[in-house]
């Protein structure tokens, strides 16, 4: 299986600042990642597919980046609706891992 | 707009069997993969499996064991049967859509989730 691993599992941090959260394939994975977001008691959502594409309806402030190994998921400016905890997931080969969370909590 | 309704009960004994149901309102059927994800208690997402139109499925190797996935086409309708439960097989069960544009597959629609809890 491909191990995802997120960095880091939490983070505090205020309306408007700029947010980023890694997340790191154990072997490549091409461009074969997604981003999704979880708020308590809701369905996760998807943000960002093949590391870099933003879904439709999905706010211009989220962005991903990265290919290989490495990836990046951006919030540029924080709002108050995006506290919540946010998945990477690999769809190179299956089984289809997620990373372990990250939650953006309000400082 | 395409929705996903599940169902099914929420409390098991050990070892008994685990059955949910997804339904799939307002959308084609035979052009994604309908796949299975859980949450349990405090911890992050786990995929389970998925299951195409066709009956093709990718277990997580993890279950594949204990897991069978079926799909009744004829009600826009496919199932998850986990077999011999313990307590670390709570947590909250979605189902959801997976779609595949230019081979980048990904999750997009997802059922509201049911938490199934084994116990004595």
């Known amino acids: 299986d491909i191990q995802m691993t997120q960095s880091p599992s939490s983070l505090s941090a205020s309306v408007g600042d700029r947010v980023t959260i890694t997340c790191r394939a154990s072997q490549s994975i091409s461009r074969y990642l997604n981003w999704y977001q979880h708020k308590s008691g809701e369905a996760p959502k998807i943000l960002i597919y093949?590391?870099?594409s933003l879904h439709s309806g999905v706010p211009s402030r989220f962005s991903g980046s990265g290919s290989g190994t490495d990836f990046t998921l951006t919030i540029s400016s924080l709002q108050p609706e995006d506290f919540a905890t946010y998945y990477c997931q690999q769809t190179y080969s299956t089984p289809r891992t997620f990373g372990q969370g990250t939650k953006v909590e309000i400082k | 707009q395409v929705q996903l309704q599940q169902w099914g009960a929420g409390l098991r004994k050990p070892s008994a069997t685990l059955s949910l149901t997804c339904a799939v309102y307002g959308g084609s059927f035979s052009e994604y993969y309908w796949t299975w994800i859980r949450q349990p208690p405090g911890k992050g997402l786990e995929w389970i499996g998925e299951?195409?139109?066709?009956?093709?499925?990718n277990y997580n190797p993890s279950l594949e064991s204990r897991v069978t996935m079926s799909v009744d086409m004829s009600k826009n309708q496919f199932s998850l049967k986990l077999r011999s439960v313990t307590a670390a097989d709570t947590a909250v069960y979605y189902c959801?859509?997976?779609?595949?544009?230019?081979?980048?597959?990904?999750?997009?629609?997802w059922g509201k989730g049911t938490t199934v809890t084994v116990s004595s």
């Open positions: 959801a859509r997976g779609v595949i544009p230019l081979h980048y597959y990904y999750m997009d629609v």
């Open positions: 299951i195409n139109h066709s009956g093709f499925t």
């Open positions: 093949a590391a870099s």
